[in-house]
């Protein structure tokens, strides 16, 4: 069976076809991060990089005088001819790994082909990284948006993916089909999950909750899990992906006659 981060790029390699790569500026670090430079990629054959400058003049030097991140980049989005495109097999989502720093998470998410930024660049440093970027294609019809949370030693330990809120009364046409196709995304690229519920009501969710439907284990170690949160009595599909490994915990609450709810821990 491939390798389920190969499935991960392949599948964002279908569904973002629409979305073709933008050229354009990025932020260059050198080896020992110490030092950046902004500048647009040209051109890399095995041994040189030349990027354009914001002011205009190009500049050739060697790859690996560039960050381990930066060549990480450099080889996934412009592998030297004849090179094979080896994803990263430690990715949580996209090319995010638990543990990266927040300096790392914003040059990742900015590198990134599959999620977008939707405020103004400058406006960075007042906002923080939650729900400032977000998918570049709906799911399930609809758009969904990064949430980021940090250990005291400002490593990444978890990711949130929120899709919009929508009232009960759009709960079987905005929420269920989009908790359907995550379904079967999450399933596609993680494996058979370790507990599934086959539907949440919105009646079981309460007010200010996230009730998970699917939890599946990841190759990191860690969980994903999948389910619907309650905002203010609007509903909107949640996906979690934490660096602890939770186990699943039946909770059984008559919901209806023969019926239980799902719930996981913690």
């Not at 500049?59 to 001819?81: M, S, V, Y």
């Not at 989502?93 to 990266?100: E, I, S, V, Y």
């Not at 998470?105 to 923080?128: C, D, H």
């Not at 019809?141 to 009364?169: C, H, M």
Request: charged share 20%; hydrophobic share 40%.
């Amino acid at each position: 069976m491939p390798h389920p981060t190969r499935l991960f790029f392949a599948f964002l390699c279908l569904v973002y076809i629409a979305f073709p790569q933008v050229a354009g500026a990025r932020t260059w670090k050198s080896a020992d991060g110490l030092r950046t430079v902004e500048g647009e990629f040209l051109e890399r054959d095995a041994t040189f990089i030349t990027i354009r400058l914001n002011a205009g003049k190009e500049t050739r030097f060697e790859i690996t005088k560039l960050h381990a991140d930066d060549q990480k980049w450099l080889n996934l989005n412009h592998p030297a001819a004849g090179a094979e495109i080896i994803p990263d097999h430690t990715a949580v989502f996209d090319t995010l790994n638990f543990g990266d720093s927040q300096a790392v998470v914003l040059a990742k998410l900015k590198a990134s082909k599959f999620v977008e930024l939707t405020i103004a660049p400058e406006m960075l440093a007042r906002t923080g990284l939650n729900g400032i970027f977000r998918i570049r294609q709906a799911i399930g019809g609809l758009q969904a948006s990064l949430y980021f949370d940090w250990t005291t030693g400002d490593k990444l330990n978890e990711i949130t993916v929120r899709t919009s809120t929508f009232p009960v009364e759009s709960y079987d046409a905005k929420i269920t089909p989009c908790w359907k196709e995550f379904t079967e995304l999450l399933t596609t690229l993680h494996g058979k999950p370790l507990q599934a519920a086959a539907r949440i009501a919105p009646a079981s969710v309460p007010k200010g909750a996230l009730i998970s439907s699917h939890l599946w284990r990841l190759e990191s170690g860690g969980s994903a899990l999948l389910g619907i949160g309650n905002e203010d009595d609007s509903y909107q599909v949640v996906v979690r992906f934490t660096d602890e490994k939770i186990e699943p915990v039946i909770i059984a609450r008559p919901s209806k006659p023969g019926g239980i709810k799902i719930d996981f821990n913690p």
